[in-house]
């Protein structure tokens, strides 16, 4: 009986050739479980880092690239500065009458503009714009004036409503655009799976962008004041950029699945989004970067005109000048 209890005992427990496969095979469970921990740490620090140079570098090389600049006074004083600025920075529009370049800016041929008279400088700038645009107008207006040693006077021809002046609400809004494109073309497609569902998918993403557009206007003209302007036409353009995002992402799903969704989220927040020149113009940007963001929803371009309102000083300035 003890003798069977043994043989019963050995087989349950298993040979050592048995043991020595069980723990191999834990060995190597536990192995690719680490080796799974690694890839994902250094994947997610790779995704961290792009999207630091997504956002980063765009801010880092920002600055005047073709920068419409427009210049009136005498012709001599107006050759002199259009000789010593950079050419890939400012591309110069010549008015005849200060009345002229006030309405040049007004009518976004030019960026901001210079006066030159005997007695001091004009700057003239469109806030609503780009804020370092205009910051960049008078940062040159100011230096010119300086070796020239003569007052400097600025004048906000186009600006942000009274209630958000730095434009914080506009520049504020991109993420929110982003997101409002990618989260309905997720949820539609989790809802809604299928290629026989495509039409229902499409017509939840435009319901979606015009609801949506009206709302987002309505906070950021009515509640932060941060827009001025035709209610209806922003709303307009803030639902078609919306909606182009959201069709973009449903667009890449119906083509490539669950990695479309990935590739249109990767590329709406990492390129889309930076290159977008919300809060500084495309004017801003990298040559050629600009001309691709404004391709890519959300374009930062007709939200912009969107915003701008003239200022009540501008025909007071214009008299002045």
Known sequence: MSKGRRISSSISAGGPDENAGANAQADKTTRSSWIRLSALVAGLTAVVGVMLLAFALPAIHGGPHDMRLGLAGPSPAVDAVAGNLTPDDWDVVRFDTPEDLIAGIENREAAGGLVFAADGVDVYTATAGGAPGAAAVTAL????????????????????????????????????????????????????????????????????????GAALTAILQFGTGSLAGNYWLTAEGLALGMGALALTVLGLEALLGPVGIGLGAFLMMFVGNPLSALGTGSNWLPDGWSTFGQLLPPPGRPVHSCARTRSSAASAAGSRA
């Open 141 to 212: 207006g100011t230096s010119i004036a300086q070796r020239q040693q003569v007052p400097v006077r600025t004048h906000e021809l186009v600006a942000f409503p009274a209630d958000d002046p730095r434009g914080a609400g506009l520049t504020a809004a991109a993420l929110p655009m982003v997101f409002g494109g990618l989260i309905p073309a997720i949820a539609l497609t989790q809802l809604f799976p299928g290629r026989n569902r495509l039409l229902l998918r499409f017509v939840g993403v435009v319901a979606f962008a015009v609801i949506a």
